[in-house]
């Protein structure tokens, strides 16, 4: 087992229960198992998921056991290396990130690559170990290596592997699909940090077709522009109808063949819904509600195809990390000390981060 100096104890920011702040404190560092790394944390990235966790959303699916230290978003070096993991290539210092989605490997999922929906899995930042923390033993199966050549920070890095993991893969849907064609328009719904990544991917696999994303935060629309969004509509306070109006001034059609809702709040997929073309994909990837409530007739009628899209494999993973490397992703990250996460965690709570939040050791 190849070594560096590891202390015996590191930072964490845990849960102990729901609906309550995470304690600062000094914990035992975890120690590994021979398939295993242990991954020194560059940067976690802070998720609407972890608010969610927070405030007890995910306890009917899975209740959590605590202490929970939360982050799943993990970008890092290797500091340990098991005995099995050597065999694997690699090595203490290496530039990596955290495949989400740890599967039993048994099951037919996991066969065929989704781990991450693995019926018996587990995840990082969902557990005793995640990312808000100074250190965190994964399995080496589920650590991919980043080219040192490509300059990427932690802080870049970690965001991909769910803000840009998670729309990545309901593109792929989309675009597999066929929903994608010169001369469509595309519709991202929701500008926030995954909506950001939503855009730079419709822009490149949406075949020539016309980006619109629609959001309520004028800054976060601003941003999405920046990535590539053709136009940028804001629907705060607004109907249907209206929007139709100017989704018509910008592009010439009031509807849109293809959408990714980032979101997932009731409100936000009635409107994707109603701005739907005959024969339109809608993939859904964000939780922010609880339920969904169409029309039935028009999803029937006008045979409308609906997706739903989990986070990520490695794969779709190795894709992003992959098109990072190339140079072919814009980054918006907000570097917070370990000491605000408490602070962080509110105005993600609230809305008013712009881009991605990450914890930096």
Same mark, same amino acid.
């Given at each position: 087992? #190849?070594?560096?100096?590891?202390?015996?104890?590191?930072?964490?920011?845990?849960?102990?229960?729901?609906?309550?702040?995470?304690?600062? %404190?000094?914990?035992? /560092?975890?120690?590994?198992?021979?398939?295993?790394? @242990?991954?020194?944390?560059?940067? +976690?990235?802070?998720?609407?998921?972890?608010?969610?966790?927070?405030?007890?959303?995910?306890?009917?699916?899975?209740? #959590?056991?605590?202490?929970?230290?939360?982050?799943?978003?993990?970008?890092?070096?290797?500091?340990?290396?098991? #005995?099995?993991?050597?065999?694997?290539?690699?090595?203490?210092?290496?530039?990596?990130?955290?495949?989400?989605?740890?599967?039993?490997?048994?099951?037919? @999922?996991?066969?065929?690559?989704?781990?991450?929906?693995?019926?018996?899995?587990?995840?990082?930042?969902?557990?005793?170990?995640?990312?808000?923390?100074?250190?965190?033993?994964?399995?080496?199966?589920?650590?991919?290596?980043?080219?040192?050549?490509?300059?990427?920070?932690? #802080?870049?890095?970690?965001?991909?592997?769910?803000?840009?993991?998670?729309?990545?893969?309901?593109?792929?849907?989309?675009?597999?699909?066929?929903?994608?064609?010169?001369?469509?328009?595309?519709?991202?719904?929701?500008?926030?940090? !995954?909506?950001?990544?939503g855009v730079q991917y419709a822009k490149l696999f949406? +075949?020539?077709?016309?980006?619109?994303?629609?959001?309520?935060?004028?800054?976060?629309?601003?941003?999405?522009?920046?990535?590539?969004?053709?136009?940028?509509?804001?629907?705060?306070?607004?109907?249907?109808?209206?929007?139709?109006?100017? @989704?018509?001034?910008?592009?010439?059609?009031?509807?849109?063949?293809?959408?990714?809702?980032?979101?997932?709040?009731?409100?936000?997929?009635? !409107?994707?819904?109603?701005? !739907?073309? /005959?024969?339109?994909?809608?993939?859904?990837?964000? @939780?922010?509600?609880?339920?969904?409530?169409?029309? !039935?007739?028009?999803?029937?009628?006008? %045979?409308?195809?609906?997706?739903?899209?989990?986070?990520?494999?490695?794969?779709?993973?190795?894709?992003?990390?992959?098109?990072? %490397?190339?140079?072919?992703?814009?980054?918006?990250?907000?570097?917070?000390?370990?000491?605000?996460?408490?602070?962080?965690?509110?105005?993600?709570?609230?809305?008013?981060?712009?881009?991605?939040?990450?914890?930096?050791?």
């Amino acid at each position: 087992m #190849s070594n560096t100096a590891i202390p015996s104890t590191m930072r964490a920011a845990r849960m102990h229960a729901y609906n309550q702040p995470f304690v600062l %404190e000094e914990v035992p /560092t975890p120690d590994i198992a021979p398939d295993q790394v @242990l991954i020194k944390v560059g940067a +976690g990235g802070m998720c609407r998921t972890d608010v969610q966790l927070v405030d007890g959303y995910f306890d009917k699916y899975a209740p #959590s056991e605590f202490p929970v230290t939360p982050g799943h978003e993990i970008a890092g070096e290797i500091a340990r290396v098991g #005995s099995a993991a050597e065999a694997g290539g690699f090595r203490v210092g290496d530039q990596v990130v955290v495949v989400g989605g740890i599967g039993d490997g048994t099951c037919r @999922l996991c066969h065929r690559g989704d781990t991450h929906i693995c019926p018996h899995g587990a995840w990082p930042g969902f557990g005793p170990y995640g990312g808000y923390a100074e250190y965190v033993p994964v399995p080496a199966s589920y650590v991919i290596k980043v080219k040192s050549e490509a300059n990427l920070t932690a #802080s870049q890095l970690a965001p991909l592997t769910d803000a840009g993991l998670t729309p990545y893969r309901g593109i792929k849907k989309l675009r597999d699909a066929g929903a994608f064609f010169p001369g469509g328009v595309v519709g991202v719904m929701g500008a926030g940090a !995954l909506g950001i990544y939503g855009v730079q991917y419709a822009k490149l696999f949406a +075949g020539g077709a016309t980006v619109v994303a629609f959001g309520r935060n004028p800054e976060k629309l601003k941003l999405a522009e920046k990535v590539g969004a053709d136009h940028v509509i804001n629907i705060g306070g607004r109907s249907v109808d209206d929007i139709r109006g100017e @989704l018509r001034e910008v592009t010439g059609r009031d509807e849109v063949d293809a959408a990714i809702d980032v979101v997932g709040a009731e409100a936000t997929i009635k !409107l994707g819904f109603g701005l !739907l073309a /005959t024969g339109g994909h809608y993939a859904s990837v964000g @939780l922010v509600g609880d339920r969904i409530d169409i029309p !039935l007739f028009p999803l029937v009628g006008r %045979e409308y195809t609906y997706h739903g899209s989990f986070w990520g494999n490695y794969n779709d993973l190795s894709e992003v990390i992959a098109l990072a %490397e190339q140079g072919k992703i814009q980054h918006a990250v907000h570097e917070l000390r370990f000491d605000d996460v408490n602070d962080a965690i509110d105005r993600i709570r609230t809305g008013e981060m712009v881009g991605r939040a990450v914890i930096t050791f």
